[in-house]
């Protein structure tokens, strides 16, 4: 965490690692802060109240945690990265000094300190604390608080230690906190044994800095279930260098990513931010669990778990190929599934545990069903689908049983938690759920049940289709073009132009290459980007401007600020129609607006500054739509659900001759049905259906073929075919 996590911040403490959690009692956090502080001993200059820098971090595709202390002129350069160690119940810090004067020696102080939270610490269960010199290390003892034990330990031979009192700062104390000895005296007390029930832990190591030289000090903190346990770790952590860790890390991380998928485009910073996107995704999920945050940043959405927002997170791992982080995920929804076949909003990260929020949110059984439709397809598992499959029918079902009168699946709050409508939104993952689901019934043996889901998802897809002015109305605008935000519970449409509604073309309810989303696409384009290449989500949006809903007041100094999922729902629109370099130039803005080391941005970003919002950032959705959108760039995946059988008629006369050309404008006002968009086994375009017209008189069907190559030069001598007709 940084000093401030948004504007309506007091900077209390400095750039730390503020928690620590343990998998025996993930709720509860074991420290209060994990910080570094300074002292400039040659100039007599005191840098140990860090909430009075500024600092920038960032997460890097090894897995390393970079910090940097910026905004206080400071003669050496200082920084605190962070690798939590794979596999391992330690991180290790490592601190770097470096001295860019060509001319000056500096003698600098460092004191490396962590604070424990005792959980018990008002009613004076005390923590027992110890210095062990065999392993330079010291160890925490919170068990009397129902906890565990934390240590800290110093690679390096450390000037002086402290096991302190937090709450005294009498520096003379022989046993007073570790940072008021040495804000005071430059030095700790070597005190190594302390009963306290505020405790801290302290290495302060002096070092020489040779002009233009750096100096680099490592430790390490870490957390075990018994003292045991932890003495245990710490053996394994000074066993080795600093430096082995952070490369040990650096290779885990690099196995990791290697084993899924990765991007190749021409542009550095895209490919850069697909790789640490997909790991700030994988370090943002909870490991026991497989829940993910709704944003790192827990200072306005604190550790709420939105099923919606995790199952984009879990998509996105699936579709580059990290299939156990995302089945982790899936499990954990059908174990959490309701009776009727929903879910709550959202639930606590730590604990899973149902919090109650904005609801119903039912788009949340379309993702649902989406991702475990992809997830099977992608790993062909079926002891995943058998087992989770029970989940899949309830889902539908629900979704199936419950389309309302109108035609539309049901009514419910989201995307965007304002009030209860037919939101558009909602009803393209209707749509494309149950359509995931009757794939998934073939693949069980029943037919039936992927008819009757199949035949929903048609049905809610006509009145999708309905026009706004009929009765009932629904969702297509035909003055506009564009399909309204919604429809509203007592029937009235909501003309609002909504960026959410693209999720239509998305997961390909809706055609890319149809007229309607040509005109879709450019009717939110014309009312909803700025800075070229950002999509708002509607029209009038004051969230972050002067919503009272406001995560931290006025962030974006501006209505509309752009939020970078609906703007790649825009560039997945401009992969499906071929316009690539339109679809580059919006990954290539997302990747300028997000934060320092192409971390990704909260749910929004200011078109004013082009800054994202601190207050939700860094947001998992956001990075999964990002990395979801640039393995469709690269065409190594393709997130639409298209139908097990197709139903379509109408009841035009065409009047067809022997010029194709002539006749294909007859055409238009035939319903059509999609060719495969992986293309013909012959792998030529000639050979590969775009689209096909079907039409019949009473004695023949006529079909009416358009091939991706435009042409087809044998099509006469297929006519003397009787099979051919």
Request: contains cysteine; glycine residues 8%; negative net charge.
């Amino acid at each position: 965490m940084a000093p401030k996590l948004n504007q309506d911040q007091t900077a209390t403490y400095g750039p730390r690692i503020a928690e620590l959690h343990y998998s025996g009692n993930w709720s509860v956090n074991q420290i209060v802060d994990y910080s570094g502080f300074f002292i400039d001993q040659t100039d007599c200059v005191k840098y140990d109240s860090p909430q009075n820098f500024t600092s920038t971090a960032y997460l890097d595709q090894s897995g390393v945690l970079h910090g940097t202390y910026n905004g206080v002129a400071t003669p050496i350069q200082m920084s605190r990265d962070f690798v939590m160690v794979p596999n391992e119940p330690f991180l290790v810090v490592r601190c770097t000094l470096t001295n860019p004067s060509t001319t000056t020696s500096y003698n600098w102080n460092v004191l490396d300190q962590v604070h424990l939270n005792n959980t018990q610490q008002s009613s004076g269960t005390n923590v027992a604390g110890s210095y062990d010199s065999t392993r330079n290390a010291m160890f925490a003892d919170m068990t009397a608080s129902g906890q565990y034990v934390v240590f800290l330990g110093a690679v390096q031979p450390a000037s002086s230690y402290q096991v302190g009192n937090d709450g005294d700062c009498t520096a003379t104390e022989t046993t007073a906190s570790a940072w008021c000895q040495f804000d005071a005296n430059g030095t700790l007390a070597d005190n190594s044994s302390l009963s306290t029930p505020n405790m801290d832990l302290g290495f302060q190591n002096a070092v020489a800095i040779a002009p233009g030289s750096t100096q680099t000090l490592y430790y390490y903190l870490g957390i075990g279930a018994t003292m045991a346990a932890a003495q245990s770790a710490s053996d394994t952590a000074r066993a080795q260098s600093g430096a082995y860790w952070f490369n040990t890390t650096a290779t885990d991380y690099s196995n990791w990513l290697n084993s899924g998928k990765t991007i190749s485009t021409t542009d550095s910073g895209v490919n850069t931010a697909y790789l640490r996107n997909l790991v700030v995704i994988k370090n943002a999920q909870n490991p026991g669990n497989g829940l993910f945050p709704a944003a790192t940043n827990p200072g306005s959405y604190g550790y709420k778990a939105w099923v919606r927002d995790s199952s984009f997170d879990a998509m996105a791992l699936d579709a580059a190929g990290h299939y156990a982080e995302a089945e982790q995920y899936w499990e954990w929804m059908a174990a959490n599934q309701l009776s009727n076949g929903t879910w709550e909003t959202t639930y606590d990260l730590w604990t899973g545990a149902y919090i109650s929020f904005v609801q119903p949110e039912y788009d949340s059984l379309g993702e649902f069903l989406v991702g475990v439709y992809h997830h099977y397809e992608l790993t062909g598992d079926s002891s995943f689908l058998q087992s989770i499959w029970p989940a899949v029918e309830n889902a539908a079902n629900f979704l199936m049983s419950n389309i309302a009168t109108n035609g539309l699946g049901p009514a419910d709050a989201s995307i965007w938690e304002q009030n209860q409508a037919y939101w558009t939104f909602t009803q393209a993952t209707d749509v494309a759920g149950l359509r995931g689901a009757a794939h998934l019934a073939l693949d069980e043996g029943q037919p039936s049940l992927a008819d009757s889901w199949n035949g929903a998802a048609s049905t809610v897809l006509s009145a999708v289709q309905r026009s706004y002015s009929w009765s009932p109305p629904g969702e297509y605008n035909g003055t506009t073009g564009h399909y309204d935000q919604g429809v509203t519970p007592t029937g009235s449409p909501d003309t609002t132009i909504d960026s959410s509604s693209d999720e239509l073309i998305a997961l390909g309810d809706l055609n890319a290459s149809s007229a309607r989303a040509a005109k879709q696409i450019s009717i939110v384009e014309q009312a909803l980007t700025h800075e070229t290449w950002g999509i708002a989500r509607y029209m009038g949006d004051t969230y972050y401007y002067t919503s009272p809903y406001s995560p931290a007041g006025n962030e974006a100094g501006s209505a509309e600020p752009m939020w970078p999922n609906m703007t790649m729902l825009v560039a997945l629109y401009e992969v499906y129609t071929g316009q690539m370099s339109n679809a580059l130039s919006r990954l290539q803005w997302y990747a300028s607006v997000s934060g320092v080391g192409y971390m990704p941005p909260g749910e929004a970003v200011s078109w004013q500054t082009d800054q994202p919002i601190v207050s939700t950032m860094s947001e998992p959705f956001t990075a999964a739509t990002f990395v979801m959108t640039a393995l469709a760039y690269t065409g190594q995946y393709d997130p639409r659900v298209y139908p097990t059988g197709a139903n379509a008629s109408a009841y035009p006369t065409i009047a067809a001759t022997t010029n194709p050309a002539t006749d294909s404008p007859k055409w238009r006002s035939i319903p059509f049905y999609d060719g495969n968009p992986a293309g013909s086994l012959s792998g030529s375009q000639m050979t590969d259906i775009k689209r096909v017209y079907a039409s019949n008189d009473s004695n023949n069907i006529y079909l009416t073929i358009d091939n991706a190559s435009g042409s087809m030069p044998t099509y006469r001598a297929l006519l003397t075919d009787p099979w051919a007709r």
